[in-house]
């Protein structure tokens, strides 16, 4: 009998060890996403462009493409979770923006594309990220443009000094659900993995999770939300919950609901979309006007 009790246990402990470790597994899979890297560039748009390389406050490489116009307005655009300067909205953006008058810049966060770092904190630490860009690059205006983890960041940049004016597309406003979400729809597995998965997500990257409703008691500059109808990781309601927040201290915050999934409103509506995103631009971060000098410092 105590041989039995003894074997069960043993096998209990077999299956804790077990599901730790494929917890741990999550969690890594999670914090080293799989680098996307493509072939396209500006030059495509016949835009002229320099690739960069700027280190960020805890040493990391980041690398990216700056396009300089000499233009006062200076738009920068951030991608999402797993993808890089090289996904599909970054270059439509590109392409939207190769009539404007304005200087871009793109670039890849820390653990994606040809940037270094090992680990994602998923919209944490990839603010230093954003700012090395934006103290080399920044001009008298500067709007960000962000998509998913770069929607995050494209809010929080909003309380820079420097920064103008942010649109966020799709951005997760309560990241514990995106992630819940997020491991059902891409992995196909059990959205309460997440939260064992967790806790070494936070291990590996030393990285929180960001609370968004807290920016938005504070945000007072132009911010134009975007949503999609079909998004199956960030909900409409939660993003109206934080614009509906936002508009209490902010009376330049709007949303526009579109019929695409998560990122792909632009190209669900891409003909309002651009419409909606340039007009945007050209009314808080001038076209045309005295050109800037960039600051290399």
């Not at 597309?169 to 992995?187: E, H, K, N, Q, V």
């Not at 201290?249 to 609901?257: E, L, Y």
Request: charged share 25%; net charge negative.
């Amino acid at each position: 009998m105590m041989w039995l009790i003894l074997s069960i246990l043993d096998l209990l402990l077999l299956g804790i060890l077990v599901l730790i470790a494929f917890f741990a597994y999550v969690a890594a899979r999670m914090a080293n996403p799989p680098r996307e890297i493509g072939e396209w560039t500006p030059g495509d748009f016949g835009l002229e462009y320099e690739e960069f390389e700027v280190e960020n406050s805890e040493g990391i490489p980041i690398r990216g493409w700056h396009i300089n116009r000499g233009s006062d307005c200076t738009v920068f655009l951030l991608h999402g979770y797993t993808v890089s300067r090289w996904t599909f909205y970054i270059k439509k953006m590109v392409e939207f923006l190769s009539s404007e008058d304005c200087n871009l810049v793109l670039f890849d966060f820390r653990a994606h594309g040809r940037s270094g770092g090992k680990f994602t904190t998923v919209g944490d630490k990839e603010i230093e990220d954003f700012r090395a860009v934006l103290n080399k690059f920044s001009t008298a205006k500067n709007c960000v443009v962000g998509y998913s983890m770069g929607g995050i960041i494209a809010i929080r940049s909003l309380l820079e000094d420097k920064v103008t004016c942010a649109i966020a597309d799709s951005p997760p406003i309560y990241m514990d659900r995106t992630g819940r979400r997020g491991l059902r729809y891409f992995a196909n597995l059990p959205e309460w993995v997440y939260t064992f998965a967790k806790p070494f997500f936070s291990l590996y990257t030393g990285g929180k999770i960001v609370n968004m409703m807290e920016y938005a008691d504070k945000i007072t500059k132009p911010l134009l939300l975007i949503a999609g109808e079909n998004d199956p990781l960030v909900k409409v309601g939660e993003v109206m919950e934080f614009q509906g927040r936002n508009s209490t201290v902010n009376r330049d915050v709007s949303i526009w609901i579109n019929s695409g999934a998560h990122v792909r409103g632009i190209v669900a509506d891409e003909e309002d979309y651009r419409k909606r995103v340039l007009e945007f631009i050209r009314a808080h971060c001038s076209r045309r006007g005295n050109r800037g000098e960039v600051n290399e410092n």
